[in-house]
C-alpha cells in the first residue's frame, strides 16, 4: 500500500472518548488529512470540536462547505449535514436524508473519500452502536483504501465496529489503544 494521503474516521456512542485516545496518539507531524464523523446528537459540531482540540496535538476545526481538505489538521463533520470530499479535495455538505439514521453519515463520508483517494485513503471505524460505516468501509476496500478497526471487545458500542467487520472485513482490527500508533506507522516515512 502506498503512503496514505488522508485518514478517515468514523464513530457514534462512544465515539468522542475514542476519538481523544486516537487524536491523542497521532504524531503531530502527521501531514495527512484527517477527517471526522461522528454521531453526536448535538445540534452543533462545536463541543465536540473543543474536546476534540484538547485530546490532540494536530489542529482540530469543523469543516466547511467549498473548503479545501487541509493536511495536518483534523476537520469534523458539522453536525445536521453529510460531509462529501470532492474529486478536487473540497468539501461538499448535503442535507440529504439520513443514512443509517445518521446526518452526517459514516457511509457517506467514506466513500465519497474513498472515491477522491482511492487506494491512499485509510477509513477507522471505533465504537458505535449502529451499522452506519460498514457499507463506507465495503467501498473504501473496494477502491483499494486501508481499512482499520475497532476490536469490538476494546468498544464501549461494539455493534459499529462488528457491523463493518462483518459486511466488509479489515485490514487491521486492533484495540482502542494500538489505532494511533498504528495510523503513525502507515502514514509516517
Known sequence: ?????????????????????????????????????CHTGSETAELLCAL???????????????????????????????????????????????????RPSIDVLFASAAAAWRSALVGVVLSG???????????????GGCAIVQSPGSALAQAMPQAAIDRAGADHCVPLDAIAPLLNQLCLP
Open 1 to 37: 500500500m502506498r503512503r496514505p494521503a488522508a485518514i478517515a474516521l468514523g464513530c457514534s456512542a462512544g465515539g468522542p472518548e475514542a476519538l481523544k485516545v486516537v487524536l491523542g496518539g497521532l504524531d503531530p507531524r502527521l501531514p495527512q488529512a484527517v477527517l471526522v464523523c
Open 52 to 102: 476534540l482540540a484538547r485530546a490532540s496535538r494536530l489542529p482540530v476545526i469543523e469543516a466547511a462547505e467549498r473548503e479545501p481538505v487541509r493536511g495536518g489538521v483534523v476537520q469534523v463533520a458539522p453536525a445536521g449535514y453529510h460531509l462529501l470530499v470532492e474529486r478536487d479535495l473540497h468539501f461538499t455538505l448535503s442535507a440529504d436524508p439520513r443514512v443509517n439514521l445518521s
Open 129 to 143: 452502536a449502529n451499522a452506519d460505516g460498514a457499507d463506507g468501509v465495503r467501498e473504501l476496500r473496494r477502491l
